[in-house]
């Protein structure tokens, strides 16, 4: 997913003809209340356009789950996990199977199920795009204490 830092904040992007589109849930200052091509209105769903140099910072949204001290990328992230109490990693090193128990799922491709108490913590990956993607790509790490905190929100 892609984002935008603007005035401070983060909000969710859409690219369209060298303008950003950005996205929030809250009536921010200069946001208007969305309404589609159908004339349909969106509450709780705001936007505002602004070019690309009103903006701080752009950037693509990864992640990685540290697990025995490695990182790996998640399947998904969301509530989901919360409810099942664990997470799907998987990883193309097929090394992995031998050192943490992965098992293969597809042709370099492997996976494990991991619970959610035994995960490190999860990275939030900030990879710079646009004018912005020469800058280095900032990290921020999730300790395992605030990470069922951190999931809850993502689906907000």
């Keep these: 997913m892609k984002y935008a830092t603007y005035n401070q904040k983060d909000y969710q992007l859409n690219i369209r003809n060298d303008m950003l589109r950005l996205r929030s849930n809250t009536p921010d200052p200069g946001f208007q209340e969305l309404i589609d091509l159908g004339g349909n209105k969106h509450p709780n769903l705001y936007i505002k356009v602004v070019a690309i140099e009103e903006v701080n910072f752009a950037y693509e949204l990864d992640f990685l789950v540290t697990y025995k001290g490695k990182e790996f990328s998640p399947y998904s992230l969301g509530g989901h996990i919360l409810d099942e109490n664990e997470i799907s990693l998987f990883s193309m090193d097929s090394n992995d199977v031998a050192c943490?128990?992965?098992?293969?799922?597809?042709?370099?491709?492997?996976?494990?199920?991991?619970?959610?108490?035994?995960?490190?913590?999860?990275?939030?990956?900030?990879?710079?795009?646009?004018?912005?993607?020469?800058?280095?790509?900032?990290?921020?790490?999730?300790?395992?204490?605030?990470?069922?905190?951190?999931?809850?929100?993502?689906?907000?």
């Design 100 to 156: 943490y128990g992965f098992e293969k799922q597809e042709q370099f491709v492997f996976k494990k199920d991991v619970p959610l108490d035994d995960i490190e913590s999860i990275i939030e990956v900030k990879k710079p795009i646009l004018i912005f993607e020469d800058l280095p790509e900032r990290r921020n790490i999730i300790p395992r204490v605030e990470v069922r905190d951190y999931i809850m929100k993502l689906d907000n």
